[in-house]
């Protein structure tokens, strides 16, 4: 997948300022006050804190989702493998007999696992039975969120109350979002930068993005890397999952991460950046900041936080309109 040009990127972040300015103003919000309540709801000593606490999920599902991304592929189930990855965090917290650090380790690596083998499930309906990955990712969400959502009802369920939540995990089963989640997450996105600069998949990946066809002609087999990167993808996907769950509140709550929609701001940033791994931290980064400053913003000045996302659906609809990065058939989106 090619990178969009920067001026388009320019083109659509001004739009999108331009555009929000007048729903703004149409509103009766001062324009001026929310955009500095945004800046300071996102950057300021108050702010800053939640937005890196928001970054770690959204950076971590767009760079779960750029990488498919980057051969021409899209793995719409993101929401599932993430869900999938936090109720096996979940399930292997409660019930390990193992001492703290050790269950915190295999949870992380179970909620992992999860996700590929579910993501790999995808590849293997594309490879075997033809069916599309934009398909079978998207409909495979549904039964796992469902799973997750009856095994917190039910088996899972915090006897003492009334939400749909699990027990609280054992004491020392835990880890900070903003402390080891994001060293994580970081860890994960270097990897990304260089092994798509250095390693042979990297290569493999970027020329199949660029033109499937060609790659194929290279030797390059499309069925195989197909279930690389779903299964590295599912399986970053889960390990945010996992990282989430064992973060405060140390439980799996039925749609907590599926509310703040991490997975689809992460594909936003993804699409943003066309893939690239250095321009999709960025950009998620962005969006974090972004959405986490709507809150003071709507604090401040009574301007619906939704508006944020309104703003990150007009740059990205402006993206797609100036560069084509939706229309990529030649290029082998699938």
Do not use: C
């Not at 945004?38 to 108050?46: E, K, L, N």
């Not at 051969?71 to 193992?98: D, K, R, W, Y």
């Not at 027990?167 to 798509?196: F, H, N």
């Amino acid at each position: 997948m090619k990178p969009p040009r920067r001026w388009a990127i320019v083109f659509a972040l001004l739009a999108a300022f331009v555009l929000g300015t007048l729903i703004l103003a149409g509103t009766g919000a001062d324009p001026i006050s929310a955009y500095t309540a945004i800046i300071t709801g996102a950057f300021g000593p108050d702010g800053f804190p939640g937005t890196l606490e928001y970054a770690v999920p959204v950076v971590g599902m767009a760079v779960a989702l750029a990488v498919p991304l980057r051969a021409g592929m899209v793995n719409l189930g993101g929401e599932g493998q993430l869900v999938l990855g936090a109720i096996t965090g979940t399930v292997l917290g409660l019930t390990s007999p193992l001492p703290a650090v050790p269950t915190v380790i295999l949870a992380l690596l179970g909620g992992a696992l999860a996700g590929a083998a579910y993501a790999a499930l995808a590849a293997f309906f594309e490879n075997r039975l033809g069916v599309p990955l934009l398909v079978s990712t998207l409909l495979l969400s549904y039964p796992a969120m469902s799973f997750a959502s009856y095994l917190v009802r039910f088996p899972l369920a915090d006897a003492g109350s009334s939400l749909p939540q699990s027990e609280r995990l054992p004491d020392g089963v835990a880890l900070e979002v903003t402390g080891t989640g994001l060293a994580l997450v970081a860890a994960t996105a270097l990897a990304y930068v260089v092994i798509d600069a250095r390693a042979p998949i990297g290569y493999e990946i970027r020329m199949t993005g660029l033109g499937a066809r060609f790659a194929a002609y290279a030797g390059i087999s499309r069925p195989r890397l197909t279930l690389r990167v779903l299964a590295t993808s599912g399986g970053l996907a889960g390990l945010v999952g996992a990282i989430m769950v064992l973060g405060f509140p140390h439980r799996f709550i039925d749609g907590a991460l599926i509310t703040p929609t991490y997975t689809w701001i992460g594909l936003l940033a993804a699409l943003l950046a066309g893939a690239n791994p250095l321009g999709t931290v960025v950009a998620a980064f962005f969006f974090a900041a972004l959405t986490n400053g709507g809150f003071e913003a709507e604090r401040v000045t009574q301007a619906p936080r939704e508006l944020t996302a309104v703003l990150q659906a007009v740059i990205i609809i402006f993206l797609a309109s100036a560069t084509g990065l939706l229309n990529r058939r030649k290029a082998g989106v699938r």
